[in-house]
C-alpha cells in the first residue's frame, strides 16, 4: 500500500477513505474503494536521492551515486493521536500610567548598598590559618624514615669491650675497634609520582622531601619526579624542570624512596605492569625500595607489584611493610576493582562529598580536613582519592569545584539531612580553611553555610555577607565589567532552587546575570520558588525605556508561537499558522507558566524573555499541557489546549483561526472561536455567522418562525438508569428501572413550545391561560402536534423537528443526575410549577399557582433545560407500554397501543408526579389544559458518543479548561472523557489543519455491512 495512492472524483470521497485507512487498515480500505467505484494508479517514482557519505557527495566522472534501495517509510501508529488545538481564554490588559515608573521598584534591601571597588582580602596579619594535617604525625614517621633509610656507620669513640675481648684472646690489633650507630645513609634517592590521580597527597610529598633534606642534609639526597609509568626505563625530571631523561637506577645498596600509589589507583593494567617490571628491575640491580603509599597496600588480597614492600601511610597506619617479595608472576589486582562491593568506602565516600556541599572552591587541605571528620576505618586514603576523581567534581593541578548546579542541589540537600553536629565541624572547618580568601568567594560560602546549618554562622559574620551581597548587587548593576559579569555567571550557576528561593538578594544575583541571555535573544528558565517581586527589578537596566509592541499569537502545527506585528497586525516573514490573538506588550518583558498535569513530577515550569526578542516559541502541544499563562506587571493571558468537543463533528484551524463545525438544519455550519478582548472580564466565545452558539451550558441553536425564537439544546449521546430504583419514594410500579443507551446526539428545545411559536406557525392560540404568549400551548393533542410538527418543517427546511422519545426526554430531563428530581433530592414551588399543597415524601408546603406560568421562569436543570419538571405535561413520540428489564439501545416504545406518553408532571399534579421518572398517558386525540409539548430535532449527525462504560454523559463539558463555556454553572454534572474517534488526524504542520468527525448515520451503516460480507 505503500507504492499506491487512491484517485476520486471528490475531495470529500478521499477523506471518507482516510478515515477508514485509520479505522480500519490497508484490507478494510482495498475493499471499500473497489466498492464505491475508486481506482488506482501507481504513485509517481519519487527522484533519485544522492548518497551522502562523511559529508561530501560521492561522484563518478562529475555524477552523483545513487542508491537504488528507496527510503523506509514511516510505520503508520495503530491509533491516531486526537487532535489538539490552542485557545485564549482570558485576556486582560491594563494600560500604564502617565508618570508610573518603567519596570518595578528597587527592594528595599538595595537602599544602603554601595559599589564595591575592588575584592578585598582579610588582612594578613588578622588571620589565623589552621595547618595542613598531615596522613601520619612526623613523630611516628621520622623514627620509621630512619630505620628503613639510614645504615650502621663508625663512630670516633673506642668499642672498649671488643677492644678487651680481643687483647685476651691475644689477637693483633690491626685497628683500634670503634663503636658503631645507626643513621641516615650518606646517599638516599626519592623518587615521587607526581600524577592528576594522588593531586591530594602532592602536598604531603612536598612536605616530606623538605624535612628530610632538612634533617639529613640535601648533598647526598637524589630527588627525581616520575614522569609517566615506570616501565624497564623509567623517565624523570628534576622538581622545578619540564624537561624528562631516562634515570639511571641508583648505586647498589642505596636506599629508594618511592612516594606514589604504584598504579593501584589505575585501572589500566598497563599501569600494573610497568611497576611490576620496574620492581623486578631495582631487584636485579640490588637496589633496596620502599613505597609510602597512602592507600591501603592489600585490599581484598591485592599484592605489592614486584619487589616493592609497600607501607600504607595514613592516619591509621602502623607504619609495617609488606611482604618484600613477590607472591607470584601474575599481574596484581588494581584497587580500584575491589571497591565493587565495598559499601563502607562508599558511604564514606558519599558522606565526604556531602560535607562539601557548602564549600565554593574545594582545595586538598580543605578534603583532608573534612576526611579526618569520619571514622579513620571508614575513610582512607583511598576514598580522599576517589572523591578528587569523582565525576560530579572539576578539579585542576590546585582546586577543584562541583560540577553542576544538579549536583551541588544534590549534595546540599544530603547535607541538611546530617547529624548536627557533624554539620556544624564541617561548617567551622570551612570557613576557618577559607577566612584569607577574596570576599567573593569567602562572603558566598557564608551564605551558602548559613542556608544550611544557620546555627553554625556566627552573627557577624553572616551579617558581613548579607551587605557584600548587596554591595555586589548594586556594583553589577552599575559597573558593565566583562570579569564581574564573567565571575557573576559563575556565582548564579552555581546556586540551587532552594538557595536562590530563600535568599532574595541570591536571587538578584541570578537575574543579574541573565541579562546578556536576554539580550541575546534567549528565553530563561526560572530556578523553582523564586517570585517574580525578587527578580523582576535586576532583569533589565533600569534606564531602559520599555517598548510598545504589538504581538500575534499564532499556531503553528502543534507549537505556539508569539511574534511581533505591524500597525496593521501583519507579521513579517511568518510562515504561515492559526491566529490565535491579538496583544499588546507595554513590559520590557513577558514570564510565561506551563502547567502540566497533575500525574507528572514536574507539573508548572516558568520562563522569561524579553519583548525585543520576538518571535518566541511558548509551548509545544502535548497531551499533558493543562494551561498556558502570559504575564507581564499590565498583561495577562491564559491559553489552553482544546480537543473537539463532543457536540462538534469536526475541528480545526486556519488562516482565520481556531473552528468547529456543526451540523445544524441540514447544514454543516462553522463556529470560529473569539477571544477574549482584553479588556475587564471578557470572555472568548464561539461565534458565527448562523443562529448558533456555546453558553455555560453548551452547544445551542435557534430557529426564527415571523419574529418568534425557539432555542434548542444539544443532547449528547451517553448511557443512564431510565426508571426509578425500587427504594424511591411514592414511586409507581410502571417505573421498572433498565440500562438504555442512546447511541446518537439530538437536539431538544429548553423550553416547552410557547403559544406566541403555535400561533406564529399555526395562526390561532387553543390555550385555556392566555396571560402571556411566553406561556407553554396547552390544550394539544397528539395529532394537533403532527399538523403543527409539519406546517413547522415546511417553514423551515431542513429542520426535521419532531416529538422526543420516552428515553430521550428522560436522559434530558434527569441530565446526568439519578435523584428524584434534576434539581436534587426534593422540590419547591419557587424551582417547580406543581400543587404546593401536595409536596413530594413530606416537604414543605407551599403556593399552588392553578395555572401555568411563562417558559425559562423557573430554574434550568443542569444541561440548561427548564421547565422539564412541572407547568405543563409533555407528549412523547412513543405508544405507552411496559418498561423491558434488560438494557436498551435507542428504545422507541411499544410497537402499538391506546395511549401516548406524557411525562413531566403539570401545574395539576402532585409532588410525586413531576418525578424524573413518573410516567403520564392519555389518548392521542384528547385535550387538556395541563397537557403541551417540547420539540426535538434530530437524532444530529455528530454520532460519536460522549461517555466511556460505566460514566456518565452530560451534554455539555462545564469546565472552561477543558470545554467550551468560559463560567462554570451551578451544579453542572461533571464532564466526561471524550473518546478519541479512530478517524481523527493530528493537527497539520503548515498554515492550516483539521479534524473530521463521524460521518452519517447511514453511511457508516452501509460500510458496517459491507465489511461484515464474506
Not at 447 to 452: E, S, T
Not at 532 to 548: K, S
Not at 866 to 878: A, P, R, S, T
Request: glycine residues 10%; charged residues 25%; contains cysteine.
Amino acid at each position: 500500500m505503500s507504492t499506491m495512492v487512491l484517485h476520486s472524483r471528490a475531495a470529500v470521497g478521499r477523506a471518507d477513505l482516510l478515515r477508514i485507512y485509520a479505522a480500519e487498515g490497508d484490507e478494510a480500505l482495498a475493499r471499500a474503494a473497489a466498492a464505491l467505484g475508486y481506482q488506482r494508479r501507481p504513485r509517481d517514482p519519487a527522484p533519485p536521492t544522492p548518497v551522502i557519505r562523511g559529508g561530501i557527495e560521492d561522484t563518478r566522472c562529475g555524477e552523483p551515486i545513487v542508491s537504488s534501495a528507496p527510503a523506509a517509510l514511516p510505520e503508520r501508529p495503530p491509533v491516531l493521536p486526537k487532535a489538539r488545538f490552542f485557545r485564549v481564554v482570558e485576556h486582560r490588559r491594563r494600560e500604564p500610567e502617565a508618570d508610573a515608573r518603567v519596570g518595578p521598584p528597587p527592594p528595599p534591601w538595595l537602599a544602603n548598598a554601595r559599589v564595591l571597588g575592588t575584592d578585598a582580602r582579610p588582612p594578613a596579619a588578622s588571620l589565623h590559618l589552621p595547618p595542613r594535617q598531615p596522613l601520619t604525625r612526623w613523630s611516628r614517621l621520622w623514627p620509621f624514615l630512619r630505620r628503613v633509610l639510614g645504615r650502621r656507620l663508625a663512630t670516633c669513640q673506642p668499642d672498649l669491650p671488643r677492644l678487651l675481648e680481643r687483647l685476651t684472646r691475644g689477637e693483633v690489633l690491626r685497628a683500634i675497634p670503634l663503636l658503631q650507630c645507626h643513621g641516615w645513609s650518606p646517599r638516599i634517592a626519592i623518587l615521587g609520582d607526581y600524577s592528576r590521580r594522588t593531586r591530594p597527597f602532592h602536598e604531603d610529598f612536598n612536605a616530606l622531601c623538605r624535612a628530610l633534606e632538612k634533617r639529613h642534609g640535601k648533598a647526598g639526597i637524589d630527588r627525581r619526579i616520575l614522569a609517566g609509568d615506570p616501565g624497564r626505563q623509567p623517565r624523570v625530571r628534576q622538581p622545578g624542570a619540564s624537561m624528562t631523561e631516562c634515570w639511571p637506577l641508583p648505586a647498589p645498596n642505596t636506599p629508594l624512596l618511592i612516594l606514589g600509589d604504584v598504579g593501584l589507583l589505575d585501572d589500566a593494567p598497563e599501569a600494573a605492569n610497568g611497576w611490576q617490571q620496574f620492581g623486578h628491575r631495582l631487584r636485579s640491580a640490588g637496589v633496596p625500595a620502599l613505597v609510602l603509599c597512602p592507600l591501603p597496600t592489600r585490599p581484598q588480597g591485592a599484592g605489592p607489584p614486584g619487589s616493592l614492600a609497600l607501607v600504607e601511610w595514613d592516619r591509621h597506619s602502623r607504619l609495617r611493610p609488606s611482604s618484600t617479595s613477590s607472591t607470584g608472576s601474575g599481574t596484581p589486582t588494581p584497587l580500584a576493582s575491589d571497591r565493587a562491593g565495598d559499601e563502607r568506602r562508599q558511604r564514606a565516600l558519599d558522606t565526604l562529598l556531602t560535607l562539601l556541599a557548602p564549600a565554593v572552591v574545594i582545595e586538598p587541605k580543605l578534603l583532608r580536613a573534612l576526611r579526618y571528620l569520619l571514622p579513620a576505618s571508614d575513610a582512607d586514603g583511598f576514598v580522599e582519592a576517589l572523591v578528587w576523581q569523582h565525576p560530579d567534581l572539576v578539579t585542576s593541578a590546585h582546586a577543584g569545584q562541583f560540577a553542576s548546579p544538579a549536583a551541588i542541589a544534590a549534595y546540599q540537600q544530603k547535607f541538611r539531612a546530617l547529624a548536627p553536629g557533624l554539620r556544624q565541624a564541617a561548617v567551622a572547618h570551612i570557613l576557618a580553611q577559607h577566612a584569607g580568601l577574596p570576599a567573593s568567594v569567602r562572603c558566598a560560602e557564608v551564605l551558602a553555610c548559613r542556608h544550611l546549618a544557620p546555627e553554625a554562622v556566627p552573627p557577624a559574620l553572616a551579617a558581613d555577607a548579607e551587605r557584600w551581597q548587596a554591595d555586589i548587587a548594586e556594583t553589577t548593576r552599575r559597573c558593565d565589567d566583562l570579569a564581574l559579569r564573567q565571575w557573576l555567571q559563575r556565582h548564579a550557576a552555581r546556586q540551587s532552587d532552594a538557595a536562590l528561593a530563600a535568599n532574595p538578594a541570591l536571587a538578584a544575583h541570578w537575574a543579574l546575570a541573565q541579562r546578556e541571555r536576554l539580550a541575546a535573544g534567549a528565553a530563561v528558565e526560572l530556578p523553582e520558588g523564586v517570585s517574580e517581586e525578587d527578580i523582576g527589578y535586576f532583569l533589565h537596566d533600569e534606564h531602559e525605556p520599555a517598548p510598545r509592541l504589538r504581538c500575534t499569537l499564532r499556531q503553528r502545527g502543534d507549537e505556539l508561537w508569539l511574534e511581533a506585528a505591524d500597525a496593521a497586525g501583519k507579521v513579517s516573514g511568518s510562515a504561515g499558522g492559526s491566529p490565535c490573538a491579538e496583544l499588546t506588550l507595554v513590559d520590557r518583558g513577558a514570564y510565561v507558566t506551563l502547567t502540566q498535569s497533575a500525574d507528572r513530577a514536574d507539573t508548572a515550569s516558568r520562563r522569561y524573555f524579553a519583548a525585543g526578542s520576538l518571535p518566541q516559541r511558548l509551548a509545544r502541544l502535548t497531551r499533558e499541557v493543562e494551561r498556558l499563562t502570559l504575564h507581564s506587571e499590565h498583561l495577562d493571558l491564559a491559553v489552553t489546549p482544546l480537543g473537539k468537543p463532543v457536540w462538534a463533528i469536526a475541528i480545526g484551524c486556519d488562516a482565520r483561526g481556531l473552528y468547529v463545525e456543526v451540523f445544524w438544519c441540514g447544514q454543516r455550519c462553522r463556529l470560529d472561536w473569539r477571544p477574549p478582548e482584553g479588556g475587564g472580564d471578557s470572555t472568548g466565545v464561539w461565534s458565527g455567522e448562523q443562529p448558533l452558539g456555546v453558553d455555560r451550558y453548551g452547544l445551542f441553536g435557534e430557529i426564527a418562525v415571523a419574529g418568534v425564537t425557539q432555542r434548542f439544546r444539544w443532547i449528547a449521546p451517553g448511557r443512564f438508569r431510565m426508571g426509578s430504583p425500587e427504594d424511591e419514594p411514592e414511586r409507581y410500579d410502571d417505573e421498572v428501572q433498565h440500562e438504555v443507551t442512546l447511541s446518537e446526539g439530538y437536539w431538544l428545545a429548553d423550553t416547552a413550545c410557547t403559544q406566541a411559536l403555535w400561533q406564529a406557525v399555526t395562526g390561532r392560540n387553543p390555550s385555556e391561560f392566555q396571560d402571556h404568549p411566553g406561556q407553554p400551548v396547552e390544550q394539544v393533542s397528539w395529532d394537533d402536534v403532527q399538523g403543527f410538527l409539519g406546517e413547522l418543517n415546511r417553514r423551515v427546511p431542513g429542520l426535521e423537528a419532531r416529538l422526543p422519545s420516552e428515553a430521550e426526554w428522560e436522559y434530558a430531563c434527569r441530565a446526568g443526575t439519578t435523584t428524584p428530581f434534576s434539581l436534587g433530592e426534593n422540590i419547591t414551588p419557587e424551582q417547580v410549577n406543581y400543587n404546593g399543597n401536595n409536596p413530594y415524601a413530606g416537604g414543605v408546603k407551599g403556593v399552588y399557582r392553578r395555572k401555568t406560568v411563562p417558559v425559562g421562569s423557573l430554574p434550568a436543570n443542569p444541561w440548561g433545560l427548564y421547565e422539564m419538571h412541572g407547568n405543563v405535561l409533555e407528549w412523547c413520540v412513543d405508544w405507552y407500554g411496559d418498561y423491558p428489564t434488560t438494557p436498551q439501545v435507542d428504545p422507541r416504545g411499544a410497537a402499538s397501543g391506546a395511549y401516548r406518553v406524557l411525562r413531566g408532571g403539570s401545574w395539576n399534579d402532585y409532588g410525586r408526579n413531576v418525578r424524573s421518572a413518573c410516567r403520564g398517558r392519555f389518548v392521542p386525540g384528547g385535550r387538556n389544559d395541563d397537557i403541551g409539548f417540547r420539540l426535538a430535532l434530530g437524532p444530529g449527525k455528530p454520532a460519536e458518543p460522549a461517555w466511556q462504560v460505566g460514566r456518565k454523559s452530560p451534554a455539555e463539558p462545564a469546565n472552561p479548561s477543558k470545554g467550551n463555556s468560559a463560567a462554570e454553572p451551578p451544579n453542572v454534572a461533571p464532564a466526561p472523557a471524550e473518546r478519541a474517534p479512530a478517524g481523527e488526524l493530528p493537527p497539520g504542520t503548515g498554515g492550516s489543519s483539521g479534524v473530521r468527525g463521524s460521518t452519517s448515520r447511514t453511511l457508516t451503516q452501509r460500510w458496517k455491512e459491507f465489511f461484515k460480507r464474506p
